[in-house]
């Protein structure tokens, strides 16, 4: 179900304009309709109220809560029933944020996320998105939402933006609260620029180097970390809000001192701050977590380099709840543990 459908049903019902926004408004924001200084009785027509429990049970459909596990930090894990059966995950995060899928599965096949690892199984509508937030708003107070769960926001760009406008509407959260996150691709750059609503992006870094880039993204669009750098600094520019770079910290792979000066390369100076995120482990994927030590040292050289870093944790690691790991249980075993070797340098790629 997308927003759209929503409002146009409301209209014909007879809905007029502010009708239809007290309603959605309402319900993107968790509380009940009579919550404001009118009745629902007192301003909506008989037959928009005979119809509101129908509607209610149905946007309560959209999403509902199969389990939820929380976390140390004051996070938690939500896994997320949708009206068809399929499951998502949503993270509750601390300091008033939550964070959405935009699918069910990825089709960019990250080598290091569980999510990709059975592909994509089908776009959420935009009301699915929004209702994931309605489900934190109903557990805490949320300020932020960021689109960084199941999902690749980019190949679901058409119902990401129609929430993302919703939200800074009738949602009442603050544009540069919205965060758009992506593996970069053209289209992000071309369409985040026209809308009403302008989120602030993150971009998926993860390496300087494209061919290791390719390795670890197989399926995302072909764009060079330079021209991924040059094109968020672009909008960071035009909106005023500095690009999140996200870097997985992977043990032995991303961690090395020619990626730490390949990233002061590319964004010192730049208006930016780099997200480094030490992997969330996962059992079978052939990857290390680098040690906290070595992950604060790579910040603090950054630092001392101009590149504004924040040392991350992906939330909800001490539950084993790492981005699709809590769907992969719900729907299979975990795979065997595939020993993943990737080149030290374009002259070993060409080799393979």
């Known amino acids: 179900m997308r927003i759209e459908h929503l409002r146009q049903r409301l209209r014909d019902l007879g809905a007029k304009p502010c009708h ?19 009745r629902a009785d007192g301003f909506l027509s008989p037959r928009i109220l005979a119809a509101l429990p129908a509607l209610g049970e149905e946007l309560h459909g959209l999403a509902r ?53 059975d592909g994509l ?11 994931q937030v309605v489900l934190a708003r109903a557990r805490r107070f949320v300020k932020k939402v960021v689109f960084m769960g199941m999902g690749e926001p980019a190949h679901n760009i058409d119902n990401v933006l129609e929430a993302i406008d919703f939200l800074g509407t009738e949602g009442g959260i603050g544009h540069k609260n919205l965060v758009f996150s992506t593996v970069g691709d053209h289209r992000v750059f071309e369409r985040l620029p026209q809308g009403r609503v302008k989120p602030a992006l993150a971009l998926s870094l993860h390496t300087t180097r494209a061919d290791l880039r390719e390795h670890l993204l ?24 500095p690009i999140q770079y996200q870097w997985t910290l992977l043990a032995g792979i991303n961690d090395t001192d020619a990626e730490i000066d390949g990233i002061v390369r590319l964004l010192a100076g730049k208006y930016a701050i780099m997200n480094m995120i030490p992997w969330n482990n996962v059992e079978g994927f052939g990857f290390a977590r680098p040690e906290r030590e070595q992950a604060e040292a790579i910040a603090r050289r950054l630092h001392a380099r101009g590149v504004l870093t924040k040392l991350r ?28 070797r990737f080149p030290a340098t374009d002259a070993d790629l060409r080799a393979d």
């Open 20 to 38: 239809e926004q007290a309603i959605l408004r309402a319900w993107a924001q968790a509380r009940p309709l009579d919550s404001g200084r009118k």
């Open 218 to 241: 197989p399926r995302a669009p072909r764009i060079s970390p330079e021209d991924l750098v040059e094109r968020g600094e672009e909008y960071a520019r035009a909106t005023g809000y």
């Open 65 to 117: 809560v199969l389990s939820e596990h929380p976390g140390e930090d004051g996070s938690a894990r939500l896994l997320v029933q949708l009206a068809d059966g399929q499951s998502v995950e949503s993270v509750l995060l601390p300091r008033d944020g939550v964070c959405v899928s935009s699918q069910v599965g990825c089709a960019v096949g990250c080598t290091f996320c569980m999510t990709g690892r």
């Open 313 to 340: 944790q992906s939330a909800g690691q001490d539950v084993d709840g790492g981005c699709g790991q809590l769907r992969a249980r719900l729907v299979a075993p975990r795979t065997p543990a595939v020993l993943r």
């Open 121 to 131: 199984i089908r776009q959420l509508g935009s009301a699915e998105i929004v209702a």
